[in-house]
């Protein structure tokens, strides 16, 4: 559907405003709630991985892109909740997500829900012993 690609477009261009907007239309005009997030959303981060495996993205990139997605997520996590979609293999009590290094901050780690931060690799060790220890 042409829409969620501009969703997707937008997304791997890193312009939030525009994919808040988009998604906001898609779900004004009836588009299912999951084919947006599955569509749109999902698949422009996943080419926003493929793109940062590539070396075509750097850190930076992928933030931003992270930060559309979560502009376009604020329109339709209530809908996916509502609608019953629950998130894939329970993975959050699983695993532990870390992220660190000059481009990130302690700030946005707390904004994406990270299990932990570190400024640097031997920080980095640190925490994750913190992290396995708990």
Known sequence: MAGLKEVAENLIQGKAPQ??????????????????????????????????????????????????????MKVIRSLLTDKGVKAVSNLKRKVKVMIGGAPVTQSYA??????????????AVDKAKELLAA
């Open 19 to 72: 994919v808040k907007e988009l998604v906001q239309k898609a779900v004004d005009k009836g588009q299912d709630v999951t084919k947006i997030l599955n569509e749109g959303l999902l698949a422009a981060m996943s080419v926003v991985g493929d793109k940062f495996k590539k070396n075509e993205f750097y850190v930076p990139e992928v933030l931003i892109a992270a930060r559309a997605m979560k502009a376009g």
């Open 110 to 123: 707390d904004e994406i829900e990270a299990d932990g931060y570190a400024p640097d690799a031997a920080s």
